[in-house]
C-alpha cells in the first residue's frame, strides 16, 4: 500500500480536524480549570495551547493537517529498533521514576498529554501508522496506552503526595476521607451513574468501529504475519528470544504463580492500604518493570512494530513483506567453543553410551551450565549475605528461594534480550537431544 | 405535580410494592440501611462505607467497571447465541448475518469491544490493587483469586476470539495454540516428550499430545470450533461467576475494603 501522503492526508481530514477539536475542547477545559482556581499563568498557556490545537483543526479539515516530514519520519524509523525502543523506553521509566514529584505536577503531566496526543496527530498522517493504529482491534490498545499513562499518573500523584506527608509525620491522605458514608445512596448511585457512562462509551465505541471480520477461515491461507490476540502478544514477542516451551508454556505458568505469590512475598507491612512509593521500594519497582516493561511494552512492540515475517518495523515504515534481516545466531556453545578458544565444538559420537553421551553433552554445554549454576544457585547465595541481607534473614529459606527465583527468572528476558543483541546468542544452553533449549 | 406524588403514593403503598420492596421510601437512615441489607441485589454491598473507599482516585472503579463488563458480555452473550451456530457450514455465515441482517447490529461490536475493555479494566485493577498494596495481610487469598479472574477473563476471551471463523480469529488461534505442543512432558514438540515412550513407541504425539487435547485435532478446527464455543459460552463464565461471587464475599470477609489504618 504505497499511497500518496498527500492524498492521504486529504482522507483523513475529517478525521483529524475533529480528533484536534476534541484536543482543543479538553484544553479549553484546562484553562477553565485554571481560571477557577485562580491561577492566571497555566491559564494564559493552556488558552494558548487551544487556540494552536484549534488551528491544527482547521488546518485539518482544510487537507493541510500538520505531518512530519518524509525525511524526518525516515530518520525516526532509521533510529528505533528493538534494541533502541527498549533501551528507550527502559531509560524513559527511569527517568519518570527518579523525578516523579516533578513530573506528576498537573501542569507537567497535561504538557505530557498534550505532547502524546499531538505526536497521535501527527503521526496519523502517514498511511503506515494510521493503518496499524486503526485496525479495529488495535483501537483499544492506543486506547490502553493512554489509560495506563493517565493512571499511572493519577497512582504516582497520590503517592508522590503521600510520601511527603508520611515523611512529615502526617497519615496518607485517603485518611482525610475517614468519615463513614451510607451506601444508600453515595455507592448505588454512583454505581447507577457509572453503568450509564460505561454503557455509552461503549455503544459509541460500536457505532463508530465495526467488529472486524475478514475472510473466512482458510486452512491453507496462512497470513504474514500471523498474530496472536493483541493481549498475548507479549507472549509472541518472546518468541524471539525463547522456545515455545518457554515462552509459551513455563514464563506464563510462572508469571501466573508469581503474581499469586506476591503476598506471600512481600513481607513489608508498610503501604497497606494508600498510595505509596517510598514505603515500598522494591515492591514497586519489581513489579513496575515487570508490568510496564516486560509486559506491556512487549504487547506494544508486538501489536505496532512487528510486520510479516516477525521483522520489526519502524512507525512510519512500510511494511514490506520481503523484508529480510539476516540472523545469525550462534549457540552459547559455539561461541565458546570455536570462537572463544578456536577449537571444534564437541560431538557426541555415534553409539556412545549413556555416560559418555551425557558426559559429552555436559562438556559441550559447559559454558552454559556454568553460567546458569553461578546465576542460578551462586548468586542468590551470595545475594543472601550481602545486598538482600535483611530479605533473607526475613523471609526465611523457602520465601527467599522461591522470591530470587521468579526475580532471576523475569530478569532472563532482559538478560537474554541483551545477549542477542550484543553477541548473537540464541541460547545459554542447547540440548537438541532432549528438545530444550535455554 | 401533586398528582404525580399522588400516583407514585398508590403505587408505593400497594400490597404489590409492599410485598417486594418492605421498607418505607430510602429518605431517612433507618430505611436507606434497609434498603440496603433488605435487597436481594444489593446485599452484597456493607451498610456503610469510609468515604476514600468511594474517592475515584483510590480504586479507578476498576474492580465495578470490570463487574459490570462481566455482565454485559454475559447479555450480549446470551443474545448472539440465539445468532449462532459453531460449524464450519454456519459460524461464518452467522456472523455475516448478525451484521448485515440482524436487528440491533452492534450486538458483536459491544460484545467483542466490551470484551477488549474488560481485558484493559482488569489489568488496570490489578495495577491499583498492586500500587494501593492492598494484597496485604488479611487480603492475600483474594489476590490470589483475583489472579484467577484474571487468567479467566484472558481465558474468555481467547476463546471467543476463534467463534466468528475468519482469518484473523483461525490464525490468531492457531497461533496461540501452537504453545500447547511446547508443554514439556505431554506437548509433542515439549522438551523430555521422549521420555513417555513405551518399548521404543512414542505415547506423545500430535494425535495425543496437550495441544490435540485443547483442540480435539490435530489443527484447527470444527473440533477446536466446538471446544471453545462450550469453553467460551458454558464452561468458563460458570467457573467465572464462582469466582467472582468468592472475590466479593472475601472482600467483605476480609473487613471490606482496604485503607490507612
Ligand atoms: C473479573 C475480574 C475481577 C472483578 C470483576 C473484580 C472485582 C472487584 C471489585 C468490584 C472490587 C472492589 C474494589 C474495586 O473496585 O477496586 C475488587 C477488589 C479487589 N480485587 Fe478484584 N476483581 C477482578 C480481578 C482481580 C484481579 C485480577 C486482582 C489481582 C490480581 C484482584 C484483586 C482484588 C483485591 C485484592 C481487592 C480488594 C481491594 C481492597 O481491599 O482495596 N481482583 N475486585
Keep these: 500500500m504505497h499511497l500518496d501522503p498527500q492524498e492521504f492526508v486529504a482522507d483523513m481530514a475529517g478525521f483529524l480536524g475533529w480528533y484536534y477539536v476534541v484536543v482543543a475542547a479538553c484544553n479549553a477545559g484546562a484553562v477553565w480549570y485554571c481560571i477557577a482556581r485562580r491561577r492566571f499563568f497555566w491559564m494564559l498557556v493552556w488558552a494558548a495551547v487551544t487556540v494552536g490545537f484549534a488551528v491544527a483543526a482547521y488546518q485539518a479539515f482544510d487537507?493541510?493537517?500538520?505531518?512530519?516530514?518524509?525525511?524526518?519520519?525516515?530518520?525516526?524509523d532509521a533510529f528505533i529498533g528493538p534494541v533502541s525502543f527498549t533501551v528507550g523506553t527502559f531509560v524513559f521509566l527511569v527517568v519518570m521514576y527518579l523525578g516523579r514529584s516533578f513530573f506528576v505536577l498537573p501542569a507537567v503531566a497535561w504538557a505530557g498529554l498534550n505532547a502524546a496526543l499531538l505526536f497521535m496527530g501527527v503521526s496519523m498522517t502517514d498511511p503506515e501508522f494510521a493503518a496499524v493504529v486503526t485496525k479495529p482491534d488495535n483501537v483499544p490498545i492506543v486506547a490502553m496506552v493512554f489509560l495506563l499513562g493517565i493512571f499511572t499518573w493519577w497512582g504516582t500523584a497520590q503517592a508522590v503526595e503521600n510520601d511527603r506527608r508520611l515523611a512529615q509525620g502526617r497519615p496518607p491522605l485517603e485518611k482525610d476521607y475517614d468519615q463513614k458514608v451510607l451506601v444508600w445512596p453515595d455507592v448505588v448511585y454512583l454505581e447507577l451513574i457509572g453503568?450509564?457512562?460505561?454503557?455509552v462509551v461503549l455503544l459509541v465505541w460500536s457505532l463508530a468501529i465495526q467488529a472486524p471480520l475478514e475472510e473466512p477461515a482458510n486452512p491453507v491461507v496462512t497470513p504474514n504475519p500471523s498474530k496472536a490476540p493483541w493481549y498475548f502478544l507479549g507472549l509472541q514477542e518472546m518468541l524471539v528470544y525463547f522456545d515455545a516451551s518457554i515462552a509459551g508454556v513455563i514464563l506464563p505458568v510462572l508469571m501466573i504463580v508469581g503474581l499469586m505469590a506476591v503476598p506471600y512475598l512481600d513481607f513489608n507491612e508498610k503501604g497497606d492500604g494508600y498510595y505509596t512509593i517510598k514505603q515500598r521500594r522494591f515492591a514497586y519497582i519489581v513489579f513496575q518493570f515487570g508490568f510496564l516493561q516486560l509486559w506491556i511494552l512487549l504487547i506494544l512492540i508486538g501489536t505496532f512494530m512487528r510486520g510479516p515475517n516477525w521483522c520489526f518495523f519502524g512507525l512510519y515504515e512500510f511494511r514490506d513483506p520481503h523484508k529480510i534481516v539476516a540472523a545469525s545466531n550462534i549457540k552459547l556453545s559455539e561461541l565458546f567453543w570455536s570462537v572463544g578458544l578456536g577449537q571444534s565444538v564437541p560431538q557426541v559420537a555415534a553409539g556412545a553410551g549413556f555416560i559418555v553421551r551425557t558426559a559429552t553433552i555436559i562438556w559441550r554445554e559447559i559454558a552454559g551450565l556454568t553460567f546458569l549454576g553461578v546465576y542460578f544457585v551462586a548468586l542468590p547465595v551470595l545475594l543472601s549475605r550481602t545486598l538482600l541481607r535483611s530479605f533473607y534473614r526475613q523471609m526465611g529459606v523457602t520465601r527467599y528461594t522461591i522470591m530470587i527465583f521468579m526475580l532471576l527468572m523475569m530478569l532472563m528476558l532482559p538478560i537474554k534480550m541483551v545477549l542477542r543483541w550484543t553477541l548473537n546468542v540464541?541460547?545459554?544452553?542447547?540440548?537438541?537431544?532432549?528438545f530444550a533449549n535455554f | 405535580m401533586a398528582f404525580g406524588k399522588k400516583i407514585i403514593e398508590s403505587i408505593r403503598s400497594s400490597q404489590l410494592w409492599k410485598s417486594v420492596f418492605r421498607h418505607a421510601p430510602p429518605l431517612d437512615r433507618r430505611n436507606r440501611i434497609l434498603a440496603v441489607v433488605s435487597n436481594f441485589v444489593l446485599h452484597i454491598h456493607p451498610v456503610s462505607v469510609k468515604k476514600h473507599v468511594i474517592r475515584p482516585g483510590f480504586t479507578w472503579y476498576m474492580g465495578a467497571i470490570t463487574f459490570y463488563l462481566f455482565l454485559l458480555e454475559t447479555v450480549t452473550g446470551v443474545l448472539l447465541m440465539f445468532y449462532y451456530r459453531p460449524t464450519l457450514q454456519w459460524a461464518y455465515n452467522d456472523m455475516l448475518a448478525l451484521r448485515d441482517?440482524?436487528?440491533?447490529?452492534?450486538?458483536?461490536?459491544?460484545?467483542?469491544?466490551?470484551?477488549?475493555?474488560?481485558?484493559?479494566?482488569?489489568?488496570?485493577?490489578?495495577?491499583?490493587?498492586?500500587?494501593?498494596?492492598?494484597?496485604?495481610?488479611?487480603?492475600?487469598?483474594?489476590?490470589?483469586?483475583?489472579?484467577?479472574?484474571?487468567?479467566?477473563?484472558?481465558?474468555?476471551?481467547?476463546?471467543?476470539?476463534?467463534?466468528?471463523?475468519?482469518?484473523?480469529?483461525?490464525?490468531?488461534?492457531?497461533?496461540?495454540?501452537?504453545?500447547?505442543?511446547?508443554?514439556?512432558?505431554?506437548?509433542?514438540?515439549?522438551?523430555?516428550?521422549?521420555i513417555l515412550s513405551v518399548g521404543g513407541i512414542d505415547m506423545i504425539t500430535g494425535g495425543s499430545d496437550s495441544r490435540f487435547a485443547l483442540l480435539g485435532a490435530r489443527v484447527v478446527g470444527e473440533e477446536t470450533l466446538n471446544r471453545f464455543y462450550i469453553l467460551h459460552c458454558v464452561a468458563i463464565p460458570l467457573v467465572c461467576a464462582f469466582f467472582i461471587g468468592l472475590h466479593f464475599w472475601r472482600i467483605r470477609k476480609d473487613g471490606g475494603m482496604s485503607g490507612p489504618k
Excluded at chain 2, 440482524?102 to 459491544?110: A, K, N, P, T, W
Design chain 1, 63 to 76: 487537507g493541510r493537517a500538520i505531518a512530519l516530514d518524509e525525511a524526518v519520519k525516515t530518520q525516526i
Design chain 1, 426 to 434: 540464541s541460547y545459554i544452553v542447547s540440548l537438541p537431544e532432549y
Design chain 2, 101 to 194: 441482517v440482524v436487528s440491533l447490529g452492534v450486538l458483536r461490536e459491544l460484545h467483542r469491544w466490551g470484551a477488549h475493555a474488560m481485558v484493559i479494566s482488569v489489568w488496570l485493577h490489578m495495577y491499583r490493587v498492586f500500587l494501593t498494596g492492598s494484597y496485604k495481610k488479611p487480603r492475600e487469598f483474594n489476590w490470589v483469586v483475583g489472579v484467577l479472574l484474571l487468567v479467566m477473563t484472558l481465558l474468555l476471551s481467547f476463546t471467543g476470539y476463534l467463534l466468528p471463523w475468519d482469518q484473523l480469529s483461525m490464525w490468531a488461534i492457531t497461533v496461540g495454540s501452537n504453545m500447547a505442543r511446547a508443554v514439556p512432558f505431554v506437548g509433542y514438540e515439549g522438551p523430555g516428550q521422549q
Design chain 1, 195 to 199: 453503568m450509564i457512562i460505561a454503557t
